[in-house]
């Protein structure tokens, strides 16, 4: 998912009483939402114990990320309603498919394998940032929107500038003056980490609401951010793959629920079936959802990893989760698309 455009003051009020309120349930968001996180922190535990990586990678890719990857799929190709309202974009796989191959071509694989990952990290930071304007909406919450969009964005791609710097030597050879941004940016965080806690135990100390939903959020994700991309540091360039599991494992489980919780809300209401076509018929049960997505992943991503194990085949095959970003970053703005609203009951 990528950020669920909600502006301060988007339709929302201080006036009534503050209740929490959560996207789907207490029990749901807890489980899917933020407690997800635990699960990727096992995976690390694993991993630094010396659990085999290529087993957990393959759990992780071809069972739960791959699949969440094509479950975007389901509301955008599937439904022939969206596939009108985006247009041309729906090409968008053909481009994105040759750049890869083009930059391999002329010698540029190495800053092209870098850049996907960059932008896989960037796109997990956009949902987590997503997620927290979803419960901002949610609570009212008007309240430190900047503060606690610099306090997210900051402890999300600051270790990813750390890793990139720490895992390729040759940039700070090529520019010293880099060797200085750690130890900048790391003393600026500490400064705007502090003021964000000083700023919550005024809240609750001065008896303004709290925001849970979005504090337990953060208190999941930032940490594990740090701790998975600072321990995949330690084997170079290639504990991205270590990283990348571990981040990747608490982004599809909530990209997966929020999918599902929107595909049964929108796809399931009267008429359905002649507003979305395809789509519609695809939500009868969450096992015929996840068998989708796997199978999707299987054609998509998985096979021709493995047929074609050549770096310009690989470079290709990352156009299908570019194409994924670029989709997300589309279809998931709260406050310009009233179905999608609707769909996640934040009308």
């Given amino acids: 998912m990528s950020t669920a455009t909600l502006q301060p003051g988007a339709g929302v009020s201080l006036a009534g009483p503050q209740r929490t309120q959560w996207i789907i349930s207490r029990g749901q968001d807890l489980t899917w939402f933020i407690g997800s996180s635990l699960i990727s922190y096992l995976a690390l535990g694993l991993m630094a114990v010396g659990f085999p990586v290529p087993l957990i990678q393959f759990i992780w890719f071809f069972g739960i990320d791959g699949p969440h990857v094509q479950s975007t799929i389901t509301r955008t190709y599937f439904d022939k309603a969206e596939r009108s309202r985006l247009g041309w974009f729906l090409w968008i796989p053909v481009p994105l498919l040759l750049v890869g191959p083009a930059m391999v071509f002329v010698g540029f694989g190495s800053l092209f394998f870098l850049f996907a990952v960059c932008w896989q990290q960037f796109h997990i930071v956009k949902q987590h940032f997503g997620f927290m304007m979803l419960y901002k909406g949610k609570n009212k919450d008007r309240t430190d929107f900047l503060l606690d969009r610099w306090l997210l964005l900051s402890s999300l791609l600051i270790p990813l500038g750390m890793f990139v710097l720490r895992t390729r030597p040759v ?139 050549y770096q310009t085949a690989q470079a290709a095959i990352w156009g299908v989760a570019f194409t994924h970003y670029c989709m997300d970053a589309r279809i998931w703005h709260v406050r310009s698309d009233k179905g999608l609203a609707t769909a996640l009951r934040m009308a």
């Fill in 171 to 309: 940039i700070i050879q090529t520019v010293p003056l880099l060797a200085w941004l750690p130890a900048v940016a790391i003393s600026l965080y500490a400064i705007l980490a502090a003021g964000w806690l000083l700023r919550q135990v005024q809240k609750l100390r001065a008896g303004l609401p709290m925001n849970w939903p979005k504090l337990g959020l953060l208190a999941m994700a930032i940490p594990l951010q740090w701790i998975a991309l600072l321990y995949g540091s330690h084997f170079g360039p290639d504990g991205i793959v270590r990283a990348g599991i571990a981040l990747g494992l608490f982004h599809s489980f909530q990209y997966h629920r929020l999918m599902w919780f929107h595909n049964r809300n929108r796809y399931s209401e009267p008429g359905a079936v002649e507003r979305h076509g395809l789509a519609a018929h695809l939500v009868g049960s969450f096992g015929v959802y996840i068998a989708i997505a796997i199978g999707l992943n299987l054609v998509l991503n998985y096979i021709p990893a493995a047929l074609l194990p």
